[in-house]
């Protein structure tokens, strides 16, 4: 029996960048028959707990979180889905700005993201145990069930005049609870379209290591 895989978009737009698009329709091999749902909704709280919602009514397998500001390598779901039977829950390096000039992989020891409080990603192509990433990854359907909802919650300081807590980094506390570990496949690279160009350069440089990016 074929697999089924919900391909999530966050996309609040009317538009979605080419580089997304072309990088979504050149995909070698999806492996298991895929599925897109779309969520709008303003709020990036809402827009994830929609496509959580809408992957499990739609009866599918596994559900692959994306966002519309990044580009995919070619292999991005041919190397990711048959490992998610066996991982459960297991994602890409996504490069991103933070707090500084450069580009770091989101990966960190624990809630507080800073340069220093980065997790030491290797380079060789293996899959790692990460304790804080993003969570653009690839869910196993039973990971989802074991989570009550509401999956994404935002909570307010106590003066209530801003967000107390990073919305991923909950998400991430509530699928380790459940028993999940986070995994990272070094081999597969993301970068942001939002904070850096994207070229085939870009994707090679962490991998031949011979110009430091981290």
């Not at 080419?18 to 749902?37: I, R």
């Not at 009866?59 to 990711?80: E, H, N, R």
């Not at 980065?118 to 989802?144: C, Q």
Request: overall charge neutral; aromatic content about 14%; some cysteine.
């Amino acid at each position: 029996m074929t697999k089924r895989i919900f391909i999530g978009v966050c996309n609040s737009q009317d538009f979605v960048p080419a580089e997304f698009f072309w990088s979504m329709l050149g995909q070698v091999d999806f492996v298991a028959k895929p599925e897109f749902g779309r969520a709008k909704h303003p709020w990036d709280v809402c827009r994830n707990n929609q496509l959580i919602d809408g992957f499990l009514n739609s009866g599918c397998d596994y559900f692959a979180k994306t966002d519309i500001d990044q580009k995919y390598p070619v292999d991005y779901f041919k190397t990711l889905v048959p490992l998610v039977d066996q991982y459960k829950v297991i994602g890409p390096v996504i490069y991103d700005r933070w707090r500084g000039p450069g580009f770091i992989p989101l990966a960190f020891r624990n809630k507080m993201i800073t340069r220093e409080n980065m997790f030491p990603l290797p380079r060789d192509g293996s899959i790692v145990d990460v304790p804080y990433s993003h969570t653009n990854l690839i869910y196993a359907r039973e990971v989802l069930e074991k989570i009550p909802r509401p999956w994404y919650e935002a909570y307010a300081t106590d003066d209530g005049l801003g967000r107390k807590n990073h919305v991923d980094y909950t998400f991430l506390d509530k699928i380790r609870n459940a028993g999940y570990p986070i995994y990272i496949h070094t081999g597969v690279v993301v970068g942001h379209l939002a904070t850096q160009p994207i070229d085939q350069e870009f994707y090679d440089t962490w991998h031949r290591g011979h110009k430091e990016v981290l």
